[in-house]
Every structure is written in C-alpha cells, then in structure tokens.
C-alpha cells in the first residue's frame, strides 16, 4: 500500500486580463508536482489568448523537470500563436535552471521585474 506523500507545495496564481495572462509559480518545481504544474500552465492558454506572462521568481526548480514543462509550455503557446513571457531574475532558481538546460537563449525571459 503506497503512502500518501505531503501536500503539494506548488500554487499557480492566475490573474486573467482581456487576451492576457498573468501567471506567478510559487513553489518548488521537482518531479512529484510537474504534472499538475505542466497540466495548469497548458490549460492557460485558450482561443483568444495574446499573450501569457509567467513570473517564475517565487519558483525553486529541483530537478530538469522544470525546464520541460516550459518546453510543452512553449509549444503549446506556438501552436495557438500566444507570445509567452518568462519572468526570472538574475540570480533566481528558475534562471540558473534556464541558463544550465541552454533554453535561456530560446526563450523570452525578463530578468529583472516581477510582474
């Protein structure tokens, strides 16, 4: 019989304009919550959606799994012609994370303000 582990320690907050999305993870990104964080950030982008910025400076990334799921992320904006956003400052978890997978260069990423 399997255990029950902790709480999900990850929350996606979502502030919905016309066209835009404003999104914050805060948390930390490792393989027992990328599913539900990947399955969260897909379902943001829907017909009519311009554009989706994403603040990852509240995010710890653990493992590689944070980078993939901006991947699938990243194709799914491409696909519905949405202009995704990164937020991760200089110094950040999620900015090491980008930097180290060599996505930081295929990716628009702020690294200064939050949103």
Do not use: K, N, W
């Amino acid at each position: 019989m399997r255990t029950p582990g902790p709480a999900r320690s990850l929350t996606v907050s979502v502030d919905l304009g016309t066209g835009r999305v404003d999104a914050m993870v805060r948390g930390t990104v490792d393989v027992r919550d990328v599913g539900a964080l990947r399955g969260d950030l897909l379902r943001l982008v829907t017909p009519g959606l311009a554009e989706l910025h994403l603040d990852l400076s509240a995010a710890a990334f653990a493992d590689y799994t944070g980078p993939a799921a901006l991947v699938h992320l990243l194709h799914r904006c491409r696909q519905h012609g949405v202009a995704l956003h990164l937020i991760a400052p200089r110094g950040s978890s999620a900015h090491r994370a980008l930097t180290e997978s060599g996505l930081r260069a295929a990716l628009r990423i702020d690294e200064g303000a939050t949103t």
